[in-house]
């Protein structure tokens, strides 16, 4: 089991660029999430997932999209980013309150 | 609403001695609540969790917390702390209502020293 991955590790973009981020699970867990973490912020959430073709708002919302198109995979989508989205974000899969989290990955917004 | 606090931003320990990460919780019903370790550009790992059961929980690496509801505490100690046991720790309540959602403290960073 290679539990939660993220695609791409790191990333450097300038401002209005888009990209998106890839995060896949194959532990067959219904709920998928995503989190940006902040130095001395602890992790926020994005936007989150109950279940394929079904996504819901969480924390910090604004400037970022989403699609759970398949069951395993959870993409995040930036439509044109901005410095404050320079962050580490995180994705995690459940099944119930107990989250497993995928390594990050280092996005810089220049 | 459910909230969490970790009362230490960092805390330093030297190697041998023991561990106490302290973290505060508000909820308005009994919480799930967690303890997730990050090592240094590393992913979030779960230490341990409790739901209800038995009110000392014990983990992996010999982490423990116990939960006390009269101090709505949920602290974190190891007796002996391990070079390998420096990294960020996060106190976690399941906030419940939208399935899964989760309410991250700030995280406390522990140093150890040799």
């Known amino acids: 089991n290679a539990g939660v991955t993220q695609t791409p590790k790191f990333r450097v973009l300038k401002t209005g660029q888009s990209m998106t981020l890839l995060c896949a699970q194959d532990?067959?867990?219904?709920?998928m999430y995503w989190y940006r973490q902040d130095p001395g912020m602890g992790l926020r959430l994005i936007h989150y997932?109950?279940?394929?073709?079904?996504?819901a708002k969480g924390e910090v919302p604004d400037g970022y999209n989403v699609s759970r198109l398949k069951k395993q995979n959870f993409l995040l989508g930036l439509e044109s980013a901005a410095p404050s989205q320079t962050s580490v974000y995180f994705c995690?899969?459940?099944?119930?309150?107990?989250?497993?989290f995928g390594p990050g990955t280092r996005l810089t917004v220049l | 609403a459910q909230s969490v606090t970790q009362l230490d931003s960092h805390v330093s320990v030297s190697e041998g001695t023991p561990v106490l990460l302290r973290c505060n919780y508000s909820?308005?019903?009994?919480?799930?609540l967690f303890w997730y370790v990050q090592h240094p550009n590393k992913g979030l790992q779960l230490l341990l969790k409790?739901?209800?059961?038995?009110?000392l929980v014990k983990g992996i690496n010999g982490f423990e917390a116990e939960f006390k509801k009269s101090e709505t505490s949920f602290h974190l100690t190891k007796p002996s702390a391990h070079m390998s046991d420096a990294a960020e720790y996060f106190c976690?309540?399941?906030?419940?209502?939208?399935?899964?959602?989760?309410?991250f403290g700030k995280g406390t960073k522990l140093s150890v020293k040799p």
């Open positions: 995690a899969s459940s099944l119930i309150n107990e989250q497993f």
């Open positions: 532990m067959n867990h219904e709920y």
């Open positions: 997932s109950v279940g394929e073709g079904t996504t």
């Open positions: 909820s308005s019903y009994s919480p799930s």
């Open positions: 409790y739901t209800s059961a038995a009110t």
């Open positions: 976690v309540v399941y906030k419940g209502g939208s399935q899964g959602n989760l309410i």
